[in-house]
């Protein structure tokens, strides 16, 4: 369906920009499922299924990216936190 002649027209008459390339493979968005996975479970995991308004998951979303960003040390990234490696990597 995503890609799709029709689907995409849409998108196109929306001005929506697609994140798939123009095969469609499916590891396209490999990097960005693994961080919903990340949110889900480090975020939302102890958190009752639709017991929170929209305001307080945006809110959520907004505080662990700026805490996956700038905090979370990953080991790939020599046990630095994103911003920390963008620095001296610069």
Known sequence: MYTSYAYQNLLEEMACRTSMSK???C?????????????????FARVKH???TNEETRTRVANYMS????????EKLG????????YYAA
Do not use: C, M
Request: aromatic share 16%.
């Open 50 to 52: 639709h017991s929170l």
């Open 79 to 86: 046990y630095l936190a994103p911003v920390e490696y963008g």
């Open 27 to 43: 590891w396209d968005n490999a990097v960005i499922e693994s961080f919903h996975s990340n949110l889900k479970t480090e975020e």
């Open 67 to 74: 805490y996956y960003n700038e905090k979370r040390i990953q």
């Open 23 to 25: 095969r469609g493979n």
